[in-house]
């Protein structure tokens, strides 16, 4: 059983990648026979376009198709210009220094434009020897744009991939590092190591880069629910700050002269948020679209009954504090006003959860 559970649960974590394989490859096949059906003198442009501009998500799929038309189309018009300058006697080298001199200036600036001055290239050296010069342009434009518009044709209707849904699940992720931090600042006091700490916050950033990343290419796709990915990021980054003030005042703490009902009211503090984080990041999946305006479900039963636990052990853990008094070093004093902030922030990051997206967001 534990071997079958390995197996699945590798299975799911491969599943983003298993779609990708299967979109570039029915991408490439389509491309290379439709090139062929059109009679395009080099089809495997087309192919190679299809792999290139097939990407994770439909937004990047969409966003590299059109950099790719874009920048194709850019180049094949300089090459098709610097071509007709054979008819006034000029060399191939002074062409193609005319033609690339711009071009790489675009790339340089643009990277995402860089296949203008290849294609600029193969315009203008594919046709020295032709009578009409602007037909290797034509060609690589028609190649291209095929591979282009194929790319993103299967990326729409072949196990779909939307950005939407990498920036959820990556937030999701995000959550774990901030629950164990939260349970390493609430049990090792100031036992914790500035490595310790640094590794979860390192995790933290590198799925919030990823979320970032993803909710950057829902720009171009329909129905992208932005309000509500934003509105998401800004809860969690939210409940990230409340957890590195929690861990600056708890690291000034002494974990061995601390009396005993404050770590154990700390304690359950600290397994309260972890269960209450680990039920919002199930939660951060989307929900179905609906038509017209977005309405407020609330939290499910579920994150419910964790909210209404994680009260009651930060009302344990305020009560241990208030019986320690003065006994405690002052930066204790904190410590309730900063927990009472992260509950705040956790009951946001709830409610941003539970509000159900519409198509139009």
């Known amino acids: 059983m534990p071997l079958f559970k390995r197996l699945t649960a590798t299975v799911a974590a491969l599943r983003a990648q298993a779609r990708l394989v299967v979109r570039l490859l029915i991408a490439a096949l389509v491309s290379y026979a439709l090139a062929q059906a059109l009679h395009l003198p080099e089809s495997y442009w087309a192919t190679i376009t299809a792999l290139v501009v097939v ?85 690589r434009v028609a190649e291209i744009s095929l591979g282009s518009v194929i790319g993103v044709i299967v990326s729409l209707v072949v196990w ?106 700390a304690h359950a503090f600290a397994t309260a948020l972890r269960q209450t984080l680990s039920i919002l990041a199930g939660g951060v999946e989307p929900a179905p679209a609906q038509r017209g305006t977005a309405r407020r479900i609330g939290p499910d039963p579920e994150t419910k009954t964790a909210l209404l636990e994680l009260d009651r052990s930060l009302s344990r853990l305020n009560q241990a504090l208030s019986a320690a008094g003065q006994t405690l070093p002052a930066d204790a004093i904190l410590l309730p006003t900063i927990a009472q902030i992260l509950r705040r922030d956790i009951g946001g990051l709830a409610d941003a959860i539970a509000m159900r997206p519409t198509q139009t967001e």
């Open 160 to 265: 779909p991939s939307h950005a939407r849904e990498l920036a959820r699940a990556a937030l999701a992720r995000a959550l774990a590092p901030q629950a164990d931090l939260l349970h390493l600042y609430l049990n090792g006091f100031d036992s914790v190591t500035q490595s310790e700490a640094n590794l979860l916050n390192d995790r933290f950033r590198k799925e919030m880069g990823a979320a970032e990343r993803a909710r950057a290419e829902t720009v171009r796709e329909p129905g992208s629910h932005a309000g509500r990915l934003e509105s998401l990021t800004r809860s969690v980054r939210r409940v990230h700050s409340d957890v590195l003030f929690i861990g600056r005042i708890t690291q000034r703490l002494p974990q061995q002269t601390l009396p005993a009902d404050i770590r154990q009211a």
């Open 55 to 139: 990407q994770t998500s439909v937004g990047a799929t969409v966003g590299a198709g059109i950099d790719r038309i874009i920048g194709t189309l850019i180049g094949a018009a300089v090459g098709a210009v610097a071509a007709f300058g054979r008819f006034r006697g000029l060399s191939d080298l002074v062409l193609l220094a005319g033609a690339l001199t711009p071009l790489s200036m675009l790339a340089a600036i643009r990277p995402v434009y860089r296949i203008a001055p290849i294609t600029a290239v193969i315009a203008l050296l594919a046709g020295t020897n032709l009578e009409a010069p602007w037909l290797p342009a034509l060609h």
